[in-house]
Structures are given as structure tokens and as C-alpha cells.
């Protein structure tokens, strides 16, 4: 069965620095979303990208965050300068379509010091 | 010390009983709702979806019942067992967007052997 996958599983960081998150849809999805969740809390939502181009975003989502389609199967999430509160679980996500359910990666954990 | 996160509501039930885990949202909006299973480290899992213009659709050992009246959603899993046990939640979209999900705050099913 299909999945998404995500790389690396695990990412320490200093605070200030870039970290770029990594992220393979499943391979017939044209969707493509960002979450992220902090320890013991919910799901949040991030952002969303169709046809190269963000559809939507949170108010999390400030000018420190970008996401990029480089390439026909990579999806990624970039942190300009990380912060401590940036630590969280990022889960990335794929769908066919509007309404036709979204798959969820296992996720990076990001632990910025 | 101070406690931090969510308070997860908890669902105990002995194996091979049906499990009933609830789920409200507020906005009338809403029409695409999915539930997820969790396990811990792990990302969320999609169990199964339903749209609104349906009240209740079914899996397998799973049936999602959905009342727009009340604003309420339902999970049962039929038969439960232990590999069930996991931290359950519900996502709905937003009126105004079709691709961001919002989760509920969740449910910890433990299930007895």
C-alpha cells in the first residue's frame, strides 16, 4: 500500500538555524499539507499546496516557514531560524483531491536547543 | 508540578466489547469529517471518512455516525482489541477552505485483554 514517507525521523537543531523537512507523497496525490503537533497536544494545521503554489496557510505559518515542490516527488518544509518553540512533531500529508481523504507521514520530530 | 498539554478523555474496554468515541464540532460548515488513529511516536493513521451529506457510513469493524443537527460525530469499533488501543481523533474541514483540517482534541482508547 502506498504510504508517505518522511525524512530524517529525527532532527536536533540549534536555535537560529535552517532545518529543511523532507517529505514524499504518495505518488497520484496533488495535494500536498503540512501539520504539526507539540508534545501532548493536538494536530495543527500548517499549510497547504496545489499546483506549486500554497492554497492556504495558518497563522503559524509566518515568513520563517516556506514549503517548495523541487522536484516530481519531494515536498518539503523549510525553518529559516529556528525557534524553541519550533520543537514539535511536523507530519506531512497527501490527497488525491478535495475531500478524498489526507494521508499522514509518520512525521520528523524537531527538537531545536 | 504544573500539568501542560491536553487532558485526553480515556475510553477503557475490555477486549471483544464495541467502542463508542464521540466526537463535536462547531462549525455548521463543516462537510467532510475524518477519523484518525494515533499510536504512540507515530503519525495519524485514516480509518475512515464521511461526507455530509451521508449520516453514517461503515468500515471494517468501523462505523461513523454523523448528526449535523447536534454537530456530532461518532466512531464505533466493533469487536475491539488490543491492537485498538491508541489515541482516536476527529478532523473536519472549515467553511470558506476545502484542504485544512481541524482535529478534535482526541480520545485514549485502552483496550483490556
Known amino acids: 500500500e502506498p504510504e508517505v514517507t518522511q525524512t530524517p525521523s529525527h532532527q536536533v537543531t540549534q536555535m537560529g538555524q535552517e532545518v529543511i523537512l523532507r517529505c514524499v507523497p504518495i505518488?497520484?496525490?496533488?495535494?500536498f499539507y503540512w501539520y504539526r503537533q507539540i508534545l501532548g497536544q493536538k494536530v495543527e494545521f500548517l499549510v497547504s499546496?496545489?499546483?506549486?503554489?500554497?492554497?492556504?496557510k495558518s497563522e503559524i505559518f509566518d515568513d520563517q516557514f516556506s514549503v517548495e515542490r523541487p522536484d516530481g516527488s519531494n515536498f518539503t518544509l523549510k525553518i529559516r531560524s529556528t525557534k524553541l518553540e519550533d520543537s514539535a512533531m511536523y507530519f506531512c500529508?497527501?490527497?488525491?483531491?478535495?475531500?478524498?481523504?489526507?494521508?499522514f507521514g509518520p512525521g520528523t520530530r524537531l527538537t531545536v536547543t | 508540578g504544573e500539568s501542560v498539554g491536553l487532558h485526553l478523555p480515556t475510553l477503557s474496554v475490555q477486549e471483544g466489547d464495541n467502542s463508542i468515541i464521540n466526537c463535536a464540532y462547531s462549525?455548521?460548515?463543516?462537510?467532510?469529517f475524518i477519523w484518525y488513529k494515533q499510536e504512540s511516536g507515530k503519525g495519524p493513521q485514516f480509518i475512515i471518512d464521511?461526507?455530509?451529506?451521508?449520516d453514517k457510513r461503515q468500515g471494517q469493524r468501523v462505523t461513523v455516525l454523523l448528526n449535523k443537527t447536534v454537530k456530532h460525530l461518532s466512531l464505533q469499533i466493533a469487536a475491539t482489541q488490543p491492537g485498538d488501543s491508541a489515541v482516536y481523533f476527529c478532523?473536519?474541514?472549515?467553511?470558506?477552505?476545502?484542504?485544512?483540517?481541524?482535529f478534535g482534541k482526541g480520545t485514549l482508547l485502552t483496550v483490556n485483554p
Open positions: 505518488s497520484n496525490h496533488l495535494y
Open positions: 499546496f496545489y499546483n506549486n503554489e500554497i492554497s492556504e
Open positions: 464521511i461526507r455530509s451529506n451521508m
Open positions: 462549525n455548521s460548515a463543516s462537510d467532510y
Open positions: 500529508a497527501s490527497s488525491e483531491g478535495d475531500r478524498l481523504g489526507q494521508y
Open positions: 478532523a473536519f474541514n472549515s467553511g470558506g477552505s476545502n484542504y485544512k483540517l481541524t
